[in-house]
């Protein structure tokens, strides 16, 4: 039986974006896409806190400074559904029964991929939650152009496909480099 970690921790809230961004049309061939963007999702994190790129601030990236991942989510205009108050951090409701139904779908019946891929979701979310990701798996790692501009590799930012870009500074990952996954495209962040 799967259960989330309370929402408050780090690992709880990192799990519920990792578990509601990707689109889970539950096809056999939609597994390991789901499974590449909650990587991709983690390493959006990860480099927001750890790998600011030269000549930009944590603020430019992230619109806040900060070491907490909770605190990343919950930034004005970056994750849409998550935000804090003063009780402490929130979901939208419609956020957290998107969460709560894919937790409820693997737990019903014979565990099988939606299970295997809530799981891993909260591995990298116990990851993320005890300083242990792993920086190298960001799948945009080596993105060092996109069309005329040198960008900086790495993911820093994610949208929903056919939203506007992020901030000026965001280059969308191409297709034929996998920036797009699971309903979501990935940024990249461009030199200065």
Not at 159 to 186: E, H, Q, V, W
């Amino acid at each position: 039986m799967i259960t989330l970690p309370d929402m408050q921790t780090v690992q709880g809230l990192v799990a519920r974006v990792l578990i509601g961004e990707p689109s889970f049309r539950n096809s056999v061939d939609d597994w390991p896409i789901q499974r590449n963007c909650m990587m991709a999702l983690a390493a959006v994190l990860y480099n927001r806190v750890n790998l600011i790129p030269a000549k930009y601030t944590q603020k430019d990236i992230a619109n806040t400074t900060t070491t907490d991942y909770r605190e990343i989510l919950a930034a004005s205009n970056q994750f849409d559904g998550f935000g804090k108050n003063s009780s402490g951090y929130t979901l939208a409701k419609e956020y957290s029964d998107r969460v709560n139904d894919r937790v409820k779908l693997a737990n019903t019946g014979t565990p099988g991929q939606i299970t295997e891929t809530i799981k891993y979701a909260l591995e990298l979310a116990r990851q993320l939650g005890e300083g242990k990701f792993d920086p190298n798996c960001d799948p945009f790692i080596n993105i060092f152009k996109v069309g005329n501009d040198k960008t900086t590799g790495r993911c820093y930012w994610m949208k929903t496909k056919g939203a506007s870009s992020p901030t000026k500074y965001a280059r969308a990952i191409p297709m034929k480099d996998g920036g797009d996954l699971a309903g979501n495209t990935f940024y990249t962040c461009l030199v200065k």
